[in-house]
């Protein structure tokens, strides 16, 4: 779990954001209150890093109208739904719809912290998936036309002989685009070179 991540704690009732906020900083997490999903959103920025505690239930926008916001804004921050016994079949369809996590009120301590942390844990997750994509991508526009064609039938799961005939091309010449590939590609392997190819949406010939 990384140490940078902030829980953003968003309820209208000002005793619950305390309370939840005191238990988390006493856990050694950092946290911000937010006492509407409307003052969230005015506040969001897409780099913070970290997850969101939402009430299901809140005035003006409720945690599952949050939650498909934050959606629509490309957001990655798993959202933890806090609910009522009453609104269980609601927090249910928030999870459906991508929330980790829902914890009925009231709530264990231990078991508010330990949703938080696998919230973190699986923010920390996409941000490492995001930022090895970024990456990929960088490195595969610095290869020409020919390497690109090359890489997209590596991935394809071509061998060299099948794309020296695909391309028109001799088996010697594929195999110096290769080596150009994984040079440019910064690959130690095959295997990391269909990785990276992967993180960017690269599964073989583009149509």
Known sequence: MSSDGTVFVVDDDADVRDSVCALLESAGLASEPYDSALAF??????????CVIADVRMPDMDGMTLQEELTKRGSALPVIVVTGHADVPLAVRAMKAGAVDFIEKPFDDEVLISSVKRALARA????????????AGA?????????????EL??????????AYELDISPRTVEIHRAHVMEK???????DLVRAAL?????????
């Open 41 to 50: 959103l005015a506040a969001y920025a897409p780099n913070r890093h970290g």
């Open 124 to 135: 920390d997750s996409t941000r490492e998936q995001a930022s090895a994509a970024q990456r």
């Open 139 to 151: 490195l595969i526009a610095t290869l020409s036309a020919r390497e690109r064609q090359v890489l």
């Open 154 to 163: 590596l991935v394809a799961g071509r061998a060299n002989k099948v794309i």
């Open 185 to 191: 590609m910064e690959a130690r392997s095959l295997s």
């Open 199 to 207: 993180a960017v949406g690269i599964s073989g010939p583009a149509a």
